[in-house]
């Protein structure tokens, strides 16, 4: 089943901008993650941030969480070509059986 | 850093053959997990272990059984293969130590059954 709903798709930006990605879900969680993908690869984790956290900060980037509003949004801040990949949140239920429940991405392009 | 390792990068195999996909991780982790991707589709999770011996069903478990025999590996079978399961699996670990841990992925391994 889907419970990260993302936006945008896709998204193309140049060098130097920032991104700003979306994602919504719809149980009770215990945290939400961001993993970058890059193509062909597997997925790398970014950050992850509590269901008791507001805000979180990792070099360039920034995730917040609504939680009256489940949703959360990741940015990556002064991007590089090198920040080109697929983003995907996923969530952590707080039935606590370990199980990532992703999203289906945004698709990002940094252009140089 | 953990390491996940899957045998094989990309695999062609025919309609009606059972295929092994392997994953090996080294840090001692607990709990192992497949996923399938697709586009449009995202990440699905297939079937994921707890432990040793243990194996839930996760979203979409039909056409595919797993094995667990010792901690760092966690193999996905493929029993009779056919077209639809053309895709890229994805295996991931994670350590058994609360919540709050994140999942490391394998590079995938990209299956084509002809």
């Known amino acids: 089943s889907q419970q990260g709903e993302e936006d945008p798709q896709a998204l193309s930006i140049q060098e130097g901008e920032n991104a700003t990605m979306n994602c919504s879900y719809k149980?009770?969680?215990?945290?939400l993650q961001w993993y970058r993908q890059n193509s062909g690869r597997g997925l790398v984790h970014l950050i992850l941030?509590?269901?008791?956290?507001r805000e979180k900060h990792s070099g360039r980037l920034r995730v917040t969480l609504d939680t009256s509003k489940k949703s959360s949004s990741l940015l990556i801040t002064a991007s590089r070509a090198a920040d080109t990949a697929s983003y995907f949140c996923?969530?952590?239920?707080?039935?606590?059986?370990?199980?990532?429940?992703f999203g289906q991405g945004t698709t990002l392009q940094v252009k140089p | 850093d953990v390491k996940v390792t899957q045998s094989s990068r990309y695999l062609v195999k025919r309609t009606g053959e059972k295929v092994f996909l392997e994953c090996v991780q080294d840090?001692?982790?607990?709990?192992m997990f497949w996923y399938r991707q697709d586009p449009g589709l995202g990440l699905r999770l297939i079937y994921f272990?707890?432990?040793?011996?243990?194996?839930e069903k996760g979203d979409i478990p039909e056409g595919y059984s797993v094995s667990r025999e010792k901690k760092e590996r966690f193999s996905l079978i493929l029993e009779s293969a056919s077209t639809n399961q053309t895709s890229m699996y994805l295996c991931?670990?994670?350590?058994?130590?609360?919540?709050?841990?994140?999942?490391?992925f394998g590079d995938g391994t990209r299956l084509s059954i002809l």
């Open positions: 941030i509590r269901s008791n956290e």
């Open positions: 991931a670990s994670r350590a058994d130590r609360g919540w709050d841990q994140p999942q490391h």
């Open positions: 996923a969530t952590d239920e707080s039935s606590n059986t370990g199980k990532l429940i």
């Open positions: 840090m001692d982790h607990e709990n």
């Open positions: 272990s707890y432990d040793v011996k243990m194996k």
């Open positions: 149980t009770s969680i215990n945290n």
